[in-house]
């Protein structure tokens, strides 16, 4: 028999995001008949840039640093309703995930967990780095000339149902997009071929209102005054509600804050939607210009209309390549005069790194002083109605293949407290290595050749 309906949750929808909101999630779907899921989207090209730098230092590591805050807090709860999780907190290194996943449960007192992980997205495990440099940049940074850290090809829906098919309790993956998280459950739950198109669609347009954790709930949608929402410190992230036939409502955990409107489902359909007529994923492309909603309860958007068509033959893939070092100090000046104090000391700053020969590129700025306005050259017309009197931070930024440009740069602000204008204080610098991201197009076929799950034994 056909399964009629697939709880899906949301328990992050990036990396940092609230450690306890999966948990309300796993309640609500406890009380729930019918195959469950908890996805936890947390990877973004710059949270895997940053995962692919660990690696290289410790082969070990290199999973999301926040697998363990988020499964530790519902692990056990969602073994135990039967309610499994499929999530990108394997990162650039999803079998180490998947055995600190397996540490975690036997800490726990779980037995009998089983993890599973999809692999493949790593181009450089059958392409040499060569190849992946004289690729074509769609986006991103040019990456001519670079040193290649690590190339992460994105990968559908269809791994992912087939490590669901190992009878796992939790699906560790790489890089495969985000709506794949969603997908996978449920191309596995109801045996969708690859040329169902719109129930592919639906089930994209379901892991794209999903992926997002709480914006899809009022989160980020709020702007007080104008777009209220209720219980913000409790925010409720959502749940859909998928049919056979691609049907879909959006709701959110029981007995939590936020709201479901057409307005919140609205805007999340909306976000990064490039093409509404044709948003690409190596599952379909999804259009959603004909899709419709409607008011379902208190806290229910049904969606429909969802149309597919096939997907595009090439694959995106998320180049990480060195990016040398970003340098950054910063130092406050408060109380009467201090614009002018701030001022001051940005035009000292400026003036000795040019007449001491940094030709890299700084960012000089005063926070407070419309400086999220500004460019990297600080040359940008900003006119302020800023009071003199208040307070404002110098911040001095500089991206250099040299260590010690940055280094030095940090040092010229540091200099302020006793060589600058009188009251500066609160000094913070720091000095980290930096990863350049780009995206770039493969065939698809050599790459999904490589794409298996396998089950992870401790």
């Not at 036939?245 to 936020?258: F, H, P, Q, R």
């Not at 208190?298 to 040398?324: F, I, Q, W, Y």
């Not at 980290?432 to 493969?442: E, I, R």
Request: net charge negative; glycine share 12%; charged share 25%.
């Amino acid at each position: 028999m056909t399964t009629q309906t697939v709880y899906i949750g949301s328990g992050a929808g990036f990396a940092g995001d609230r450690i306890d909101a999966g948990l309300p999630v796993v309640e609500t779907l406890a009380r729930r008949d019918g195959p469950r899921y908890l996805i936890f989207e947390v990877m973004g090209e710059r949270t895997l840039a940053i995962a692919q730098r660990i690696k290289m230092r410790n082969p070990e590591l290199g999973y999301s640093p926040y697998l363990e805050p988020y499964l530790r807090g519902v692990l056990k709860p969602a073994k135990d309703a039967g309610v499994r999780i499929v999530a990108n907190l394997g990162n650039a290194n999803p079998l180490g995930g998947a055995r600190k996943t397996l540490e975690i449960a036997k800490e726990l007192g779980i037995e009998g967990l089983r993890v599973a992980v999809v692999l493949g997205d790593d181009l450089l495990g059958f392409m040499t780095a060569e190849d992946v440099a004289g690729l074509p940049t769609i986006e991103g940074v040019t990456i001519q000339g670079k040193e290649i850290v690590a190339a992460n090809a994105y990968l559908g829906a269809r791994p992912v149902a087939e490590a669901l098919t190992l009878g796992t309790d939790v699906v560790l993956v790489g890089r495969t997009t985000d709506a794949a998280l969603v997908l996978g459950p449920l191309i596995h739950e109801f045996g969708w071929t690859e040329d169902d198109w719109d129930r592919l669609a639906a089930g994209t347009l379901a892991g794209h209102l999903l992926e997002c954790g709480g914006q899809v709930t009022g989160g980020y949608f709020c702007d007080p005054g104008f777009k209220d929402v209720p219980g913000m410190d409790e925010l409720g992230f959502p749940i859909g509600e998928i049919g056979a036939d691609g049907s879909l409502v959006i709701t959110k955990a029981e007995n939590t804050g936020g709201l479901v409107t057409k307005a919140t489902v609205t805007e999340q359909i909306l976000y990064e939607m490039h093409d509404p007529a044709a948003y690409l994923t190596p599952d379909v492309a999804l259009d959603v210009t004909g899709v419709t909603l409607a008011d379902d309860g208190k806290d229910r958007v049904r969606v429909l209309g969802a149309k597919g068509h096939p997907p595009p033959e090439m694959l995106k893939v998320t180049v990480s390549a060195d990016g040398g070092w970003l340098g950054e100090a910063e130092l406050t000046y408060a109380g009467p005069n201090a614009l002018a104090r701030a001022n001051l000391a940005a035009d000292i700053v400026r003036k000795r790194l040019a007449s001491r020969g940094v030709t890299d590129p700084v960012r000089v700025e005063i926070v407070g002083a419309g400086a999220a306005f500004d460019n990297d050259a600080s040359d940008r017309q900003r006119g302020t109605n800023m009071p003199l009197d208040g307070e404002y931070r110098l911040r001095a930024a500089v991206r250099t293949d040299d260590k010690a440009t940055a280094q030095y740069v940090n040092d010229e602000v540091l200099s302020l407290f006793c060589s600058g204008p009188a009251g500066g204080g609160g000094y913070r610098c720091s000095i980290t290595g930096q990863v350049n991201t780009a995206s770039v197009l493969v065939p698809r076929g050599p790459v999904e050749a490589q794409a298996k799950a396998e089950e992870v034994t401790a």
